[in-house]
């Protein structure tokens, strides 16, 4: 909290809305790619089209990151999660429209720009309100219980996405997706005055904001130092995301839906984990040093995960699954807390957005690092290669930590 008297109840407001708010980004984010198998199905076309649209988000969120805290200013934290709930909303009702390979094709890769814009502005607004209101204490906590949005976000796109899917078919799902991202836009508005009391109306977003950003983040060394762990944070989390299914059922011979399973627990854990991570940043240890135990046991977990065989128990890889959970999946709170106490006043969302468009070149860089490791030696090597990076980065905090 930058200034003024804490006020719990306002407090509470606040990381409701944002928690509400970043749980249906995340559901947004992940529904298409988890629908299209269906699309696929039904359209006669190659579901490996998920790349497509994976590569499309990844761009738009570096330059949404980049670019953001110009709109920030101009309209405000709450505007912007609003105006982000409506391009989702848009972005999930085009995909329906799809009655071809090629219409799924032009639509998908417009409703990855509009998903991602609307999905990506959600942290740094987020950060915006929340650094104006959570003692500076407890900052890590809040940050944290608002990051639950992701997991859960996640759980549910998985609980609920895919059975109405199954019930109503993939276009009621993503309609019915994109009505929920506008009522919640509609929900927020009786907010608005008390959290974008900031707001600056003569602010224009400029091009050269994007420069800006990324230079304040750079040109300070705590913030360079963070930009640097988002990027191996943010790198490590998609590809446990995007490949941990995958080398369950095709190296170490699960089913498709025992991998399911086992990733789907794991991400659940992450949810009491966040909240851990950001108690223990609150109360017992430092936002620094917890971030580089984070990458020790993230490096460690990752590559352990390379090294787990077929003949091993389901309990065995589960638990492996787990500790990943809890340091790849588990760190946003803390990092982002720590992100909003070295920005400047009233500027937690522009220098957010500028540490965390690092997290979205790692999202680009770390499949392809994942792919070379794979190439040359199996996941085995890929895992053990993407997790050099965590392990650099965690010595580097706490040497940072001791000087």
Known sequence: MRSGKFNMPILFVAITAMLVQQTVATTAKVGVPSLIPAVARELDFDAEL????TAFYALISLVCMAGCGGVIARFGALRTSQIGCVL???????VPFSSSAMAAFLLLTLAASLISLGSTAATPASSQILASYAPKKWA??????KQTGVPAGVVISGLLLIPIAVAYGWRGALIGMAILCIFIAILLQPLRERFDKDRDDTARPKLRDFRKNLYDVLIQNERRILALVAFSFVGMQSIYMSFTITYLFEDLSFSLEEAGKIVGAATVLAIPGRILWGWIGSTLVKPRPLMGLLAIVMACSTSFMGALG??????TVLAVNCCVSLSVLSWHGVLLAEVARLAPAGEAGRITGGVLAFGAVGQIIFPLMFGLGYWLGGYGLAFLVISFPAAIIGLALMVWQRS
């Open 50 to 53: 998920v790349l497509l649209y």
């Open 88 to 94: 989702m909303g848009f972005g999930l009702a085009l």
């Open 140 to 145: 890590p906590l809040v940050f944290s219980i």
């Open 310 to 315: 077929s003949d091993w128990s389901k309990i």
